[in-house]
């Protein structure tokens, strides 16, 4: 079936340093979603993207997903504190009838941010 | 609008004991969708459901088993408790669920296996 790999699976910045999670996979997706979860909490949904090249910004934040939709990348500027937490990517797994109710995570990248 | 419950949010059971959790989705949300979720093999999907029906399951043991009310409220069952059943239980809601629709996530049902 199909996988969403991420990577790093850790990363260990000082505050103010840029930091960046990729994520692939081995299908063509047809969107990408990406998910934060703080220490102790549950996920969040941050964003979706749907186009090829796609490049979409919150704040401090960008997500691209990449031109033939197999890899997208979560960009973060100057970390904060705040940015402390697990970012996952998640994609769909076509099944045979063609539907996409699965959700398929990859494993998460921990960013953990020294003040 | 309130956000996904679940209950009960922490649970102790023994090895071979059966468990049920239960996960009620934002109003007006019509998909439920279950993840197992361990340090080892990160998020991983259980079941989803959409109207009382299951749409899709995933790669786990028949002792897994869900289902979902009129209401959107859904439980999850798990029969026969293994050690390695211990991990946190998370339901998502969605309006209409499958991949292109944002997913609400509740706070978790944390089990430990003893």
């Known amino acids: 079936g199909q996988q969403v790999m991420q990577i790093p699976q850790y990363q260990h910045v000082q505050e103010g340093e840029d930091f960046t999670t990729y994520c692939n996979s081995s299908t063509t997706l047809s969107n990408i979603q990406w998910y934060k979860q703080r220490p102790g909490g549950h996920p969040v949904f941050l964003i979706q993207l749907v186009k090829s090249g796609e490049v979409k910004k919150q704040k401090r934040l960008t997500f691209q997903f990449g031109e033939a939709k197999k890899n997208s990348s979560l960009h973060i500027t100057a970390t904060q504190t705040t940015d402390v937490g697990t970012y996952f990517c998640?994609?769909?797994?076509?099944?045979?009838?063609?539907?996409?109710?699965?959700?398929?995570f990859g494993k998460g990248t921990l960013l953990t941010v020294n003040p | 609008k309130a956000g996904v419950t679940q209950t009960p949010r922490y649970l102790i059971k023994t090895r071979g004991q059966q468990v049920t959790l239960s996960c009620s989705p934002i109003?007006?949300?019509?998909?439920v969708s279950w993840y197992q979720q361990t340090p080892g093999q990160g998020l991983q999907f259980l079941f989803e459901y959409f109207s009382e029906t299951q749409r899709n399951k995933g790669n786990f043991p028949g002792r897994f088993s869900g289902r979902q009310f009129s209401n959107s409220r859904s439980e999850m069952n798990v029969s026969t408790l293994e050690l390695g059943d211990s991990a946190l239980y998370l339901c998502?809601?969605?309006?209409?669920?499958?991949?292109?629709?944002?997913?609400?996530f509740g706070p978790g049902t944390r089990l430990t296996v003893t």
């Open positions: 998502a809601s969605s309006l209409y669920g499958g991949s292109s629709y944002e997913q609400y």
């Open positions: 998640a994609g769909p797994e076509n099944n045979s009838g063609g539907s996409n109710y699965k959700l398929t």
């Open positions: 109003s007006g949300h019509r998909s």
